[in-house]
């Protein structure tokens, strides 16, 4: 098959999957196609059946604001009619499943779209009355609709009200790159004395809740000798940074920025603090237990559906400051449930969300939409 692939390209969960998803699917004698504004992030070393065609955005006076989306709708039909493509894989329903809309009457009905739901797209925009309609239309056109959890197709019928049906694939972790390192050397730098270290990665935006991070630390610092490592920006970061100051936990805290190869870096954490407030699946949450760290999360959205309670982690109501302090204490203080815990959730890891399940998944279903006949 050759496949179209746009996403956002730069740090996010939904452009980690579809470059990865990309990369297996280049693995198995694809041809893939990124349509992007820039490379992405995640795409790394040459491959003969990738490629990649930049997005470029021209500035004329006549238009107030760049036409990005009239730009990429062009660029897509273009890769799509010069490379005879199958099929367009957007990430994202605004504005990528609208341009591929916009693409498929230019080049002819035989390119089919392929649109996967990651979250904002219905969690955010989708109660923006501006957007609405917009974010229905581009999915009830798409050929094929999927979501990366149950519970983010239940919240996209309820908001959205679409004719639509929307298949459930759920994101994935490549075995192959997340697995237990051994990274003893690096966390005796930043855990010098044998401290346990408590970890949290995200885009620092309100709805990840990093203060309720901060102080879950300080809770469990007040019973054991632990570090906390913070990974990511956002426009959360500065007042993390002073609530740390203000708390006297500075000492005892590592903010680490934005970071590449991730599983390296998890494989230092003890525990996986996620207290997040809307989480469409929660990516961070799976790569984390695949390199064996037990996640302390909330029961948000799609989270329950990846982090099984009690078995992989530990759930706990938005909020719930004290009783996610209480569970990590309880997961540092017994060895054997951290072992049994952490056991699980390379099991699950693999079996479930395994990357060569979910390309099978996602390559099934190309199939069905093209038809036997395609190469």
Known sequence: MKIGITCYPSLGGSGVVATELGKLLAERGHQVHFITSSMPFRLGTFHPNIFYH??????YDV?????????????????????????????YAVPHALCAYLAKQMVGEQLKIVTTLHGTDITVLGYDSSLSGMIRFGIEQSDLVTAVSKDLIRQTYDLLQVDKEIVPVYNFVD??????????????VFAPNGEKI??????????????????????????????????GEGPDLASVRNMVAELGLEGDTYF???????????????????????????????????????VVTTNAGGLPEVVLDGECGFLLPVGD???????????????????????????????????EKITSQYESLYRQLIGSGSS
Not at 67 to 74: G, R, S
Not at 176 to 186: L, Q, S
Not at 213 to 228: A, M, S
Not at 335 to 354: A, G, H, K, M, V
């Open 198 to 231: 408590l970890m949290h990665i995200s885009n620092f935006r309100p709805v990840k809740r990093v203060p309720d991070v901060i102080e879950v630390f300080r809770l469990v610092r007040e019973q054991l000798p632990v570090k906390l490592m913070l990974i």
């Open 54 to 59: 930049e997005v470029e955005v021209n500035h």
């Open 63 to 91: 238009f107030k604001y760049p036409p990005y989306d009239l730009t990429l709708a062009n660029r897509m039909a273009q890769v799509a009619q010069n490379e005879k493509l199958d099929l367009l894989h957007v990430h």
């Open 175 to 188: 075995k192959r790159r997340y697995y237990p390192k051994e990274v003893g050397e690096w966390k005796r």
């Open 321 to 355: 400051v004290a009783g996610m302090a209480e569970r990590t204490v309880r997961l540092l203080t017994d060895p054997d449930l951290f072992q049994r815990l952490s056991r699980n959730s390379i099991r699950r890891s693999c079996e479930t969300f395994c990357h």
């Open 256 to 294: 680490l920025g934005k970071q590449e190869d991730v599983a390296e870096v998890i494989s230092m954490a003890d525990i996986m603090l996620l207290p997040s407030e809307k989480e469409s699946f929660g990516l961070v949450a799976l790569e984390a237990m695949a390199c064996g760290v037990p």
